[in-house]
């Protein structure tokens, strides 16, 4: 089973700052990587796919980089609607979630 | 507009089986690739995918959980049903579905999810 591993588990940064949130991979998983955010009570929403193709309606702050072993989600200008806990999710190999990077309010 | 939503019941006792239902809506499971899954989440901890059945009814399960998982679909019904056996505490989440597109191998979108409590 391929492991993914998400860092920092908390992050906290002030409105209007940037937020990088990484995810590793026990093995490569080429770009077959997810994001997703989750707000409380609400489902996951997906925001990238391909590691860093937007899914639709999603803003361009967001942003996805990586390949491999090595990913990064950038927010690039948060917006109090973007506090909330996101997930990586491999689908290389059946499907594996990081346990997640909470975004919190400095 | 694809949507999904999880029905089923909100308490089970240890030892139970449980049983969940995905009723899904704007796509149909007779088309070629694409899927339904299911994914849960114990409160406060991380998502965690269970199985996913194909259009073509072949199913996948997570390897920790095979041996106590089962995935049907009703085409007919636009439906796709989980069982899971020996339900313990430690099964308590809220259980989502979610739909895997053609050619699309990641989950989008999801059901709202249901809460399941084990009791002992």
């Known amino acids: 089973e391929i492991v993914m591993t998400q860092s920092p588990a908390t992050l906290s940064v002030s409105p209007g700052e940037r937020a990088t949130l990484s995810c590793r991979a026990s093995q490569s998983v080429s770009s077959n990587l997810a994001w997703y955010q989750q707000k409380p009570g609400q489902a996951p929403r997906l925001l990238i796919y391909?590691?860093?193709t937007r899914a639709t309606g999603i803003p361009a702050r967001f942003s996805g980089s990586g390949s491999g072993t090595e990913f990064t989600l950038t927010i690039s200008s948060l917006q109090s609607k973007d506090f909330a806990v996101y997930y990586c999710q491999q689908y290389h190999d059946w499907w594996t979630f990081g346990h997640g990077t909470k975004v919190e309010i400095k | 507009q694809i949507t999904l939503k999880e029905s089923g019941p909100t308490l089970v006792k240890s030892t139970q089986t449980l049983t969940l239902t995905c009723s899904f809506s704007?796509?149909?499971?007779?088309?070629?690739?694409?899927?339904v899954g299911w994914i849960r989440q114990p409160p406060g901890k991380a998502l965690e995918w269970l199985a996913l059945?194909?259009?073509?009814?072949?199913?996948r399960y997570s390897p920790s959980l095979r041996s106590r998982l089962t995935i049907t679909k009703d085409t007919s019904k636009n439906q796709v049903v989980l069982t899971m056996t020996n339900m313990d505490p430690v099964d308590t989440a809220t259980y989502f579905c979610?739909?895997?597109?053609?050619?699309?191998?990641?989950?989008?979108?999801w059901g709202q999810g249901t809460l399941v409590t084990v009791s002992s």
């Open positions: 979610a739909q895997k597109g053609v050619s699309r191998n990641w989950f989008d979108p």
């Open positions: 059945i194909y259009s073509d009814d072949d199913k």
């Open positions: 391909g590691a860093s």
């Open positions: 704007g796509f149909s499971l007779s088309t070629t690739g694409v899927g």
